[in-house]
């Protein structure tokens, strides 16, 4: 059960070549950084939102899956294990943010808040030195649940003691809790403050369901990749990646039920404080882009997976998870540069490459974890149940 050489290689290979493109990619981003440092810390801020989505999401989705022990779980597990453990990378790729904290928010420079009393009104909270405070206690909350699952999963894989899936599902509840907490603090640090004179009550939900969202797409592409290898083609069937195509719909229409919601009550009240984050991003050709991102983060996706077929199929969910993958990036783009861009959509060089240097370390660090454990944890005695009746 263990993997072959084949696609120890092939992970291999793929390694290097991520690590490769994000050296060079940050290495460009580095010379923006003099060039244009302003704009060097807005598409660093945005490229890091992305890819700490699925390092976040994939602590999410563990805790789910040890509570419910499904058999869509045990194929991604491997998956979501390895992307959980990059939260140490993007803990040290989280220090350019807290260094431009005056460059990207309005309320950590001085003479802003000395006009401006609301700011003045919130500067207990939104000040240079809390925010990092916070920041810090976000990773180390992260660390210490990424750390518990996925080292008592390996040390599952050594001994096979059932006592360690019983400590694996009693750490699934609190730490599902502890994510939408800190997740939805960090959402509000990190996004919301942008424009420190808006806010949502719905907004870190949101990003908890997209993280989630950007997740669950990622970990179904990575196993339609991984099906024909072993051990992963012993025990994949069609169900499977229709469980998981069910998963990837359900949250879809939730990321759009919470979008909805949030509009339908901000355009209900009509209150000055709350309808410009929606005017900003009317006009200017950024209204174009929500369409798109409606279009093909919402409705294309629905009606795909709503035919049973689409489902069973991993080379058509495959698409399907890409094209997720691929809007969530535009939805992401959507919610931060209007914050940054207020004439109208405008897009820099430094938005393509920061996310792709930060991507390909991520991609580099998250294969490295992938091989180095079985792609089944073969000695919880769930899989066996979960299994037994195929």
């Given at each position: 059960?263990?993997?072959?050489?084949?696609?120890?290689s092939?992970?291999?290979?793929?390694?290097?070549?991520s690590?490769?493109?994000?050296?060079?990619?940050?290495a460009a981003?580095?010379f923006?950084a003099f060039s244009?440092?302003?704009?060097?810390?807005q598409?660093?801020?945005f490229?890091?939102?992305f890819?700490i989505?699925?390092?976040l999401?994939?602590?999410a989705?563990l805790?789910?899956?040890?509570?419910v022990a499904?058999?869509?779980?045990?194929?991604?597990?491997?998956?979501?294990e390895?992307g959980?453990?990059?939260?140490p990378?993007?803990?040290?790729l989280?220090?350019p943010?807290?260094?431009g904290?005056?460059e990207l928010?309005?309320w950590?420079?001085?003479?802003?808040v000395?006009?401006?009393?609301?700011?003045?009104?919130?500067e207990a909270?939104?000040n240079p030195t809390f925010?990092?405070?916070r920041?810090?206690?976000f990773?180390?909350?992260?660390?210490?649940?990424?750390?518990l699952?996925?080292k008592?999963?390996?040390?599952q894989?050594?001994s096979?003691?059932?006592a360690?899936?019983?400590?694996l599902?009693?750490?699934?509840?609190?730490?599902?809790?502890?994510?939408v907490?800190?997740?939805?603090?960090?959402s509000?640090?990190w996004?919301?403050?942008?424009?420190?004179?808006?806010?949502?009550?719905i907004?870190g939900?949101m990003?908890v369901?997209?993280?989630a969202l950007l997740t669950?797409?990622?970990?179904?592409l990575v196993?339609?990749?991984?099906a024909?290898q072993?051990p992963?083609?012993n025990?994949?069937q069609?169900?499977?990646f229709?469980?998981?195509?069910?998963l990837?719909?359900?949250?879809?229409a939730?990321?759009?039920?919470m979008?909805?919601s949030?509009?339908l009550?901000?355009?209900?009240?009509?209150l000055p404080e709350e309808?410009?984050?929606?005017?900003?991003r009317?006009?200017?050709?950024?209204?174009?882009l929500?369409?798109?991102?409606?279009?093909?983060h919402?409705a294309?996706?629905f009606?795909l997976l709503l035919?049973?077929?689409n489902?069973?199929k991993?080379n058509?969910l495959?698409?399907?998870a890409i094209g997720?993958?691929i809007?969530?990036f535009f939805?992401?783009?959507?919610i931060?540069?209007?914050n940054?861009?207020?004439?109208?959509i405008?897009?820099?060089?430094?938005?393509?490459v920061a996310?792709?240097?930060?991507g390909?370390?991520w991609?580099?660090?998250?294969?490295?974890?992938?091989k180095?454990?079985?792609l089944l944890p073969?000695?919880?005695?769930?899989?066996?149940?979960?299994f037994?009746?195929?």
């Amino acid at each position: 059960m263990e993997k072959s050489e084949n696609i120890e290689s092939q992970l291999g290979a793929l390694q290097k070549k991520s690590l490769v493109i994000g050296v060079v990619a940050l290495a460009a981003c580095a010379f923006g950084a003099f060039s244009n440092s302003e704009q060097f810390y807005q598409s660093y801020l945005f490229g890091y939102l992305f890819w700490i989505g699925i390092a976040l999401g994939s602590i999410a989705l563990l805790s789910l899956h040890h509570m419910v022990a499904g058999e869509w779980g045990f194929v991604i597990q491997r998956v979501l294990e390895s992307g959980a453990r990059t939260v140490p990378l993007m803990a040290v790729l989280v220090l350019p943010i807290l260094f431009g904290v005056q460059e990207l928010y309005v309320w950590a420079q001085p003479d802003v808040v000395a006009a401006d009393p609301i700011l003045q009104h919130k500067e207990a909270y939104l000040n240079p030195t809390f925010f990092g405070v916070r920041t810090g206690i976000f990773f180390l909350i992260w660390f210490v649940l990424f750390y518990l699952f996925t080292k008592w999963s390996g040390d599952q894989d050594k001994s096979g003691d059932p006592a360690l899936t019983t400590r694996l599902e009693r750490l699934g509840g609190p730490a599902i809790l502890l994510y939408v907490l800190t997740v939805t603090f960090a959402s509000i640090d990190w996004v919301m403050s942008l424009d420190p004179h808006w806010f949502s009550t719905i907004f870190g939900f949101m990003f908890v369901v997209g993280q989630a969202l950007l997740t669950l797409a990622f970990a179904t592409l990575v196993v339609s990749r991984l099906a024909g290898q072993e051990p992963i083609s012993n025990v994949i069937q069609r169900k499977h990646f229709h469980d998981l195509g069910n998963l990837i719909l359900a949250f879809v229409a939730l990321w759009a039920y919470m979008g909805v919601s949030q509009f339908l009550i901000i355009w209900s009240g009509n209150l000055p404080e709350e309808i410009p984050w929606y005017l900003q991003r009317s006009h200017g050709g950024w209204q174009w882009l929500a369409i798109f991102v409606v279009l093909f983060h919402f409705a294309v996706p629905f009606v795909l997976l709503l035919m049973r077929r689409n489902k069973r199929k991993a080379n058509i969910l495959a698409r399907v998870a890409i094209g997720i993958i691929i809007m969530r990036f535009f939805d992401l783009y959507w919610i931060l540069a209007p914050n940054f861009h207020l004439d109208g959509i405008t897009i820099h060089w430094l938005d393509i490459v920061a996310p792709v240097g930060i991507g390909g370390l991520w991609l580099a660090v998250f294969l490295s974890n992938l091989k180095g454990r079985p792609l089944l944890p073969i000695k919880d005695p769930r899989l066996q149940e979960a299994f037994q009746h195929d």
